[in-house]
């Protein structure tokens, strides 16, 4: 059996990842998230979003995977399972899954923003937020960045074609955590329908793909993951 799975940020959630938005009465509270996740961000302030990232990249190590993320690197005993996540930590890699691609990049990876070239030096730990802090240079005399998906960038060929590849394959999508409203993302569930797949949304919200897919479950993904494809079998015989 061929498991597609879309996760997004409410997975993360449950392991305690934090967002942005969690920290409107924090450090990083009075700036623009444009401002910290932009090509243009980027080139005006860059030790500014450096720090933000190194603090970002703090609070993930700091947690753990959830019964979620473990229920999906047990699917891989059931057959071949895709996990394409829009989330930027690592939390399905810690979990076990070996087959993950992230549409909109990592924070475990890094590279020069001038001529391309991965960078796996060594990162400093920031375990309390700083405004600034100096990104190191590379020998090209770029300064090195997050490998993430900013505003104003293209999702990473890579990962995107292996989940269209993937959405059009599976013989069973299941939709975790997240909105749906993020495109091109949010038309995966689409493709995958198109072509008679069943998908099942695991949401505890009402979401934009709610009224498309096949079925929907109203648990977190740490609650209904465990159990999910044992419990859906009998509906889709």
């Not at 959630?13 to 961000?41: C, H, M, Q």
């Not at 980027?42 to 993320?69: D, S």
């Not at 008679?196 to 079925?215: D, F, M, R």
């Amino acid at each position: 059996m061929r498991i597609a799975v879309l996760s997004g940020a409410g997975i993360s959630a449950e392991s305690g990842v934090p967002t942005f938005r969690d920290d409107r009465n924090g450090f990083w509270a009075k700036y623009d998230p444009y401002e910290l996740s932009s090509t243009e961000g980027w080139r005006q302030h860059p030790a500014r979003v450096w720090a933000w990232y190194l603090w970002r990249h703090h609070l993930v190590m700091q947690v753990e995977p959830n019964a979620g993320h473990r229920a999906l690197a047990a699917w891989q005993d059931l057959g071949e399972v895709t996990v394409i996540t829009q989330n930027v930590d690592d939390l399905h890699e810690r979990a076990g899954s070996t087959n993950v691609h992230h549409l909109h990049g990592s924070l475990f990876e890094f590279r020069c923003d001038t001529c391309g070239q991965h960078y796996d030096g060594q990162i400093p730990d920031m375990p309390e937020p700083e405004l600034e802090a100096d990104p190191p240079s590379c020998g090209c005399g770029g300064l090195i960045r997050p490998g993430i998906v900013w505003f104003g960038e293209n999702l990473p060929d890579g990962p995107w074609n292996a989940a269209v590849e993937a959405a059009s394959q599976a013989d069973i999508m299941v939709v975790v955590g997240t909105s749906g409203i993020v495109y091109p993302a949010a038309g995966l569930p689409e493709l995958a329908m198109s072509t008679g797949t069943p998908v099942i949304e695991v949401n505890p919200e009402k979401t934009a793909l709610s009224a498309q897919v096949t079925a929907v479950v109203r648990e977190t993904a740490s609650a209904a993951l465990p159990t999910l494809l044992q419990r859906i079998a009998g509906t889709l015989d």
